[in-house]
């Protein structure tokens, strides 16, 4: 079983839409977990990071965290075409390590 | 603020060859974590190193591969021999031990490895 799981995608969403992100994991000792967005032939960019239920917000991007079920989403309001990008899924278990989903790909079209 | 710096940025061998991997982390920055991304995949952690100790080295092929951060700040990862499997893109990444950062993750800009 993997650790880190997100939804498969591509996801194709309109210019202006919410695209919303899911991603699991499987162990109930994780503490920190983040999103990073990663732009075709580029490395991971960090752009949230959430520790404590619920929603935490930073401009168009809102994270939210469900320990009890083990989920965390990210959701992108007024999306953009330059937010058509690869979003990856990262869980901090245990002694800083962090483990990857495979991510999940967002085109928005115009 | 530098990011983190990683060179070469390409590089093309051929199997059986050896190659080598730079990083300069973030100043101010004791862990240093390399990754291997293959494509469609997340990165995957290789080594950790807390300052100049590689506190995480359970993932690391060390039949073939190897690393060093002798003075704790610089790193090195190394590939001797290489193999067609190895094409990937070699990421270096860096954090505090800030305990209000939670191990927030800066990652370099990469090096693609191309085994031919």
């Known amino acids: 079983q993997k650790e880190v799981e997100q939804n498969s995608g591509p996801l194709s969403v309109p210019e202006g839409a919410i695209a919303s992100l899911n991603c699991t994991y499987s162990?109930?000792?994780?503490?920190?977990f983040f999103w990073y967005r990663q732009y075709s032939g580029k490395s991971p960019e960090l752009i949230m990071s959430?520790?404590?239920?619920g929603d935490k917000e930073d401009g168009r991007f809102t994270a939210q965290l469900n320990k009890a079920s083990q989920y965390v989403s990210l959701l992108i309001r007024d999306s953009q075409p330059s937010d058509s990008a690869t979003y990856l899924c990262?869980?901090?278990?245990?002694?800083?390590?962090?483990?990857f989903g495979a991510g999940t790909t967002v085109t928005v079209r115009a | 603020e530098a990011g983190v710096v990683q060179s070469p940025r390409y590089k093309i061998i051929e199997k059986k060859q050896p190659v080598a991997f730079w990083c300069n982390p973030i100043?101010?920055?004791?862990?240093l974590y390399w990754y291997r991304q293959n494509l469609g995949q997340g990165p995957e952690l290789l080594i950790r190193?807390?300052?100049?100790?590689?506190?995480?080295d359970s993932q690391l092929p060390k039949d073939r591969f190897s690393a060093e951060r002798l003075k704790g700040v610089d790193s090195t990862l190394k590939i001797q021999p290489a193999e067609l499997g190895d094409s990937a893109v070699y990421l270096c990444?860096?954090?505090?031990?800030?305990?209000?950062?939670?191990?927030?993750?800066?990652f370099g800009p990469g090096t693609r490895l191309t085994v031919l």
């Open positions: 990262a869980v901090n278990y245990r002694d800083y390590k962090l483990s």
């Open positions: 162990d109930r000792g994780s503490q920190s």
């Open positions: 959430i520790y404590s239920n």
């Open positions: 100043s101010g920055h004791n862990t």
């Open positions: 990444a860096s954090s505090s031990r800030d305990s209000s950062s939670y191990n927030e993750q800066f």
């Open positions: 190193y807390e300052n100049e100790e590689a506190v995480d």
